[in-house]
């Protein structure tokens, strides 16, 4: 089954009700939006054969999701890739993907538009649909397949495990359309809702507001740090929460104190959801009757914990043996059911790696308690997320150790108020001895060659010069012990 065959049931049962509004500026109809979805297929299948892949790298707009739609539309599997990017890694990406075809801007979508309209596809349940890059341990991304399949399983969970969606709801895309928010698009693309692109095309927290009370009933998918700044933004501004049906949080830890000043501002409308790219927004789940269970003897434990398995698949802790943990031990999370990928694009080693006797081993330590609810507790991969954004150590290490001054280098996550966290590398130079004005010049040499090679996002923070670094006996960098260093007064 096609996926946009949802949008094709809306135009035909629903065809005047409003499917996307820019702001608060109706923007499409369910039958004008499947019109320029079936053109922009049209022109799209003019050059592509069914399957082929197209890259999405442009940020959030209303014409993002008629480039989505025109993909599937056409039998195609989408790329989407995070704009903010660096240029170098939205190439790696699109040449890694063998993507024939990137939608950069808006207009790209305005002249596929003008295509002859096809009729919708159909699709085999296990086509790719969407390949989802996410960063690997080296630093070099790897696309996760997603099959039609596997994103309907993704949708019917969030209505059982999540939130239900009422044909009057709207989706909120302050997040980017290549990661989360965009997942879920297809839950109210099922209900036949509306989905609101603010204007700014991404997150400002008084846009946000003043689009909760524009349109009622709004739900979005946001990263910890969004959560808290729309939260003080709200608490300080005393805006009503009136319109807001469900912030659905994840890709980062919420810190308690963090919930509960959310929990001020909101009331119980937020619900966390732990998942990965390998299997979308779809581990496990703590919902909004959790959150709202003050009466239970172990709320605020349950409120520091991800919650329970989806419905949709099944979640053990196993230790390195393959061997499954009893309830209070440590273990690493194992995931398997329909929504987990089939493997990493042309990646057959990072797959065999990953997908073990049908389980997905994602890399996340966790304890799981004796009433199902997991908790995580370290990542096994050293991942750093910052502002709801993955980066892996490795990839900005290797860019430090471009500058000839740079002996070794070593990057981990610091905790951070604001951005959940934030990175700082531990530099060693070749020579011994600089001076403080030789220091600083090194500083801004680095934060430039990060500019020119990474996102600036991943970028170091703090830079900490030292003269060596902490290793073990097989001479491999102990990060718990810089972690430490940073800890200790």
């Not at 890259?55 to 903010?84: E, H």
């Not at 209070?328 to 997908?355: F, H, I, K, Q």
């Not at 500019?451 to 970028?459: M, S």
């Amino acid at each position: 089954m096609n996926l946009v065959a949802w949008l094709d049931r809306a135009a035909r049962a629903n065809p005047a009700a409003p499917a996307i509004f820019h702001g608060r500026r109706r923007w499409a109809s369910y039958s004008e939006l499947a019109g320029r979805a079936a053109a922009v297929a049209g022109a799209l299948r003019a050059e592509l054969a069914p399957g082929e892949r197209v890259a999405i790298a442009m940020p959030n707009d209303p014409a993002y999701l008629v480039a989505l739609y025109g993909i599937w539309w056409a039998g195609l599997a989408a790329v989407p890739v995070n704009a903010k990017l660096h240029a170098k890694e939205i190439d790696f990406i699109v040449a890694d993907s063998g993507a024939r075809r990137v939608i950069a801007a808006p207009a790209d979508v305005e002249r596929l538009a003008r295509g002859t309209p096809l009729p919708l596809a159909d699709a085999d349940p296990q086509a790719l649909a969407w390949l989802f890059y996410t960063s690997g341990t080296t630093g070099r991304p790897k696309g996760a397949m997603l099959s039609h399949r596997n994103l309907a399983q993704m949708t019917f969970s969030y209505s059982l495990d999540v939130d239900a969606v009422p044909a009057t709801g709207r989706l909120l895309h302050a997040a980017p359309l290549s990661h989360g928010s965009g997942l879920y698009n297809f839950t109210h693309l099922a209900k036949a809702a509306a989905q609101v692109v603010p204007e700014s095309g991404g997150f400002d927290a008084a846009e946000v507001l003043d689009l909760l009370e524009a349109h009622g009933d709004v739900s979005f998918f946001a990263a910890p740090t969004m959560v808290k700044r729309l939260a003080d933004a709200a608490i300080q501004s005393g805006a009503s929460s009136n319109g807001l049906r469900t912030i659905v949080y994840g890709g980062g830890p919420m810190y308690l104190a963090d919930l509960e000043r959310a929990t001020q501002a909101f009331g119980h409308r937020l619900a966390q959801i732990y998942g990965q790219g390998e299997s979308p927004m779809t581990i496990t789940a703590l919902s909004r009757q959790h959150h709202a269970d003050v009466a239970h003897p172990r709320h605020r434990e349950r409120l520091s914990s991800v919650g329970l398995p989806h419905s949709v698949v099944q979640v053990t802790l196993r230790d390195p043996s393959g061997r499954q943990v009893p309830a209070g031990e440590v273990g690493e999370v194992c995931v398997r059911g329909d929504v987990v990928m089939s493997g990493y694009w042309n990646n057959p080693e990072a797959t065999a790696g990953a997908l073990r006797a049908g389980w997905l081993w994602t890399g996340d330590l966790g304890v799981m308690d004796a009433d199902g609810f997991l908790t995580l507790k370290d990542r096994s991969k050293d991942l750093i997320v910052s502002g709801g954004s993955n980066i892996y150590p490795r990839e900005v290490e290797e860019v430090l150790l471009r500058h000839p001054a740079v002996a070794e280098a070593s990057v981990v996550g610091r905790a951070d108020p604001e951005w959940g966290e934030s990175v700082v590398a531990f530099v060693v130079l070749r020579e011994a001895s600089a001076s403080a004005h030789e220091i600083e010049g090194l500083r801004l040499e680095l934060d430039r060659l990060c500019l020119e090679h990474i996102a600036r996002f991943k970028r170091p923070k703090e830079y900490r010069f030292v003269q060596g670094l902490p290793k073990n006996n097989y001479g491999k960098v102990v990060k718990s012990e810089l972690r430490a260093t940073m800890a200790a007064p």
